[in-house]
């Protein structure tokens, strides 16, 4: 036998690991979708099936968010002190593993984590509305900028005539006022002349505002029934 037989022999090895655990990791993220799904496609119907106007849609999503959805305020614990988010924040789900360890990855900023934990920061709200919006043929965009200094992502959605303007949803900010005994209406279709007033800055449209990002994993179950 060769010097280099052995070392062949482990790289095989290696790529059926990382194959196996690449197979591993697709079923997971099947189960993860397929929840997804059957936790909105109630909702998708209901909107549907109804003959609401726009701005009644609209509200149905906000609504389903806002009483639905808890802050991860874990999140800030990672915070630098340039007010960025160093160590974002995964949960396992359904305390998913294999022999290579935890494969149910349900990062905080995505779309998953507020219909799935019903946990998330501004950036999975914002996601999570687009897409069921998207999915009631509703027109909105995500936004990034800037709240009170904080990096942060929203909604924004182009009304028609008469107004012929932008309009504003904060999910995130919806949770926060409906936790400090406001009403969550202050963040619903909020005006682009309040935005600076109520501490928003620095924002424009941007539809890819999920990235790659270093996380840090914690165990988690679904915190409650959406």
Known sequence: MSSNEP????????EKKNFKAEIELRKD??????????????LVRFINENNFS???????????????????WDYIKYMDSDNKNTGHIAYNYKGLKNSYGITGIVHV?????????????????SVAFKDI????????DTVTGRHFGFGHTWIAVYMPEP?????????????????NGLSSDLAFLMRESDLSKKGYSEYNNDLNVLKARSFKIIDSTPSKKI
């Open 133 to 140: 919006a998207d999915k009631v043929n509703l027109k909105v």
């Open 109 to 125: 900023g995505s779309k998953y984590a507020p219909i799935l934990i019903g946990k998330g920061v501004c950036t999975g709200f």
């Open 7 to 14: 070392k062949k022999a482990m790289k095989i090895i290696s």
């Open 54 to 72: 726009r701005i009644e849609k609209l509200r149905i999503i906000y609504e389903y968010l806002v009483n639905n959805c808890e802050i991860e």
């Open 163 to 179: 107004e012929n303007a932008y309009k504003f949803i904060d999910v995130y900010q919806g949770i926060a006022d409906k936790g």
């Open 29 to 42: 993220q099947e189960i993860i979708d397929n929840d997804y799904n059957e936790k909105i496609s109630k």
